[in-house]
Structures are given as structure tokens and as C-alpha cells.
């Protein structure tokens, strides 16, 4: 199980991290797929992320794929002690850049074996079934996969077990199975389908980890952020990043850029302090 630390560093599973981390999509070419544009910018993100004292890095194979976990391995291997890097299984690319789902017990084990080789790795510390689509939960079944997941945690090749794209009954579903540590959706200022979902998560002591906590491919854009980012002289995605870190707990962010300077942008935004009337006005904005 996970439990919430008063210094807001979060335990995921045996490893402690600090709620504001980094998402490695974005070092992956345009639409996630291919190679990045400047790569040399790519592995100089990631060491400046280690350095700045980041210790949760989300990736997974199917970015690019295999170009953010090869990134990584060649940026920051050997890994420093106390670095936890989150992957998930579920999804291929192929040739054509579409996202495919991949969920037989051939694809899941496929997978696994992909994120060890390129990551450079002999267990995962943290392995997120994802489910659905893109965006919103389907609400399928997780069993089958899942269990093909339980069996390589046996065998010594995961640590832990997260669920990405899913719903409460799936949840139900999966902890009827296995221990899980964390849960990945899409959440942010605007987007508040799981507000109920993120407290019931935060009683059971298990990290939410809201994807495209900036928006996703279309950046949050709005009068009234703008405006409480200004008062604060701030830029409105760090003020975004901060009211998903007052949101809750046991919210953990893994912002991602392939860009130092909003980088060090994004690290900043765990040290702003929202006053109680930026904090009323960010409240009110939902769609």
C-alpha cells in the first residue's frame, strides 16, 4: 500500500517520491512517434530534471516507440539511488503512428521485456496497466491482462502495479487480484470527472497521477487563469500545477517538456503558494 508523507513526498509502494515529477512523452518526435527533433536537448532535459532533485520519471516503450525509455537509459544510466521510473504496457505503435490497444498475454509480456531492455533494467519499479482510449475509460474488463501482469510481478520482473485510464469499478476489479500502488487519468483545473474518484483514492492511501495535467496536446487556456497567473506573477501553467498539487495529497504530477526552461518552470510551481481568493477563482473553472 502507499501512504501520504506531511513533507509532500508520496511512498509508491517502497519508494518515496516527490509529488512533482516528469513525464517523458514529450522527448519522443512529433505525435509521440519517431525521434526527437534535437536530441542532445532531449538527454539534457532528463539530466537537468535528476539534478534539479525530480525522483519520479513516467515513460513508457510505446512512446516513440522505444525512444523515450533509450533516452533515458542513455541520459541518466546507471540511475541514480532513490529514482523511481514509472512505465505502462497496454498500447502499441505502429508504422502509421496510431495508438493500437495491446492486451493479450503476448503483447503485456512483449512489453515488459521491451521497457527492461531499453531501459536498461532488471525489474520495473512501477508497471500501469492502461485501459480505454486515449482519453476516457472504455470500462472493460482488466482481468485478463492484469493477471498476466501479476504473474511477471511474481517472477521478479515488476515491483509494483498501477492501472492507467480507468474507472472505480475497475479499480474494484483489479484490487480483487493484486495490491495497487497508483492510478493514472486525465485530470486537471478543467477537466474534474474523477474529483470523487481522488478522494476515495486518497482514503485508501493510493497516488493519483493526472495525465495531461497541462491540458494534453491543447494547453489550458482560460481568462481566469490567466488572470489569477498574473496576480501572482506566475505563468498560468504554473498555477495549474500548483492547484493540482492543493487539489489533494496524494496527487502526484508528472508535467513533461522537452524544453529546460519550462522545465525549470514546472519545478518551480511546487514552491508556489496559492492565497485563499487565487485558490476560490481557480475552483470555479470547469467545462
Excluded at 516507440?65 to 541518466?76: D, S, W, Y
Excluded at 515491483?159 to 474507472?167: D, E
Excluded at 487563469?225 to 489533494?248: E, F, I
Aim: aromatic fraction near 4%; glycine fraction near 8%.
Amino acid at each position: 500500500m502507499t501512504s501520504i508523507d506531511k513533507a509532500g513526498a508520496f511512498a509508491l509502494g517502497d519508494r518515496t517520491v516527490k509529488r512533482l515529477g516528469y513525464g517523458a512523452m514529450q522527448l519522443a518526435g512529433r505525435g509521440v512517434f519517431g525521434p526527437p527533433k534535437d536530441h542532445d536537448a532531449a538527454l539534457a532535459v532528463l539530466r537537468e530534471a535528476v539534478a534539479s532533485g525530480v525522483n519520479h520519471i513516467d515513460t513508457s516503450d510505446f512512446y516513440g516507440p522505444h525512444v523515450t525509455n533509450q533516452l533515458i537509459n542513455q541520459a541518466i544510466h546507471p540511475y541514480p539511488e532513490g529514482l523511481t521510473i514509472v512505465s505502462k504496457v497496454g498500447a502499441v505503435r505502429p508504422s502509421d503512428g496510431s495508438w493500437k490497444p495491446a492486451l493479450s498475454p503476448e503483447d503485456i509480456t512483449s512489453a515488459i521485456h521491451d521497457n527492461l531492455r531499453n531501459l536498461g533494467l532488471e525489474a520495473l519499479d512501477v508497471v500501469n496497466l492502461r485501459a480505454g482510449g486515449i482519453h476516457e475509460p472504455s470500462g472493460e474488463s482488466i482481468t485478463a491482462p492484469l493477471k498476466v501482469l501479476v504473474e511477471l510481478k511474481r517472477q521478479g520482473l515488476i515491483r509494483h502495479l498501477g492501472l492507467s485510464n480507468v474507472t472505480p469499478k475497475q479499480l474494484a476489479e483489479a484490487q480483487a487480484i493484486t495490491d495497487i500502488v497508483c492510478i493514472q487519468n486525465n485530470y486537471n483545473l478543467v477537466h474534474r470527472h474523477d474529483d470523487d474518484f481522488i478522494d476515495d483514492l486518497a482514503q485508501q492511501g493510493i497516488a493519483y497521477v493526472p495525465y495531461f495535467p497541462l491540458g494534453g496536446f491543447t494547453p489550458l487556456q482560460c481568462d481566469e487563469l490567466s488572470k489569477v497567473a498574473a496576480s501572482l506573477d506566475a505563468t498560468p501553467m504554473q498555477v495549474a500545477l500548483a492547484w493540482l498539487l492543493h487539489r489533494s495529497p496524494n496527487i502526484l504530477l508528472i508535467p513533461g517538456t522537452c524544453s529546460r526552461g519550462h522545465l525549470r518552470e514546472n519545478v518551480k510551481a511546487a514552491t508556489l503558494q496559492l492565497p485563499t481568493e487565487a485558490l476560490a477563482e481557480l475552483d470555479s473553472i470547469r467545462r
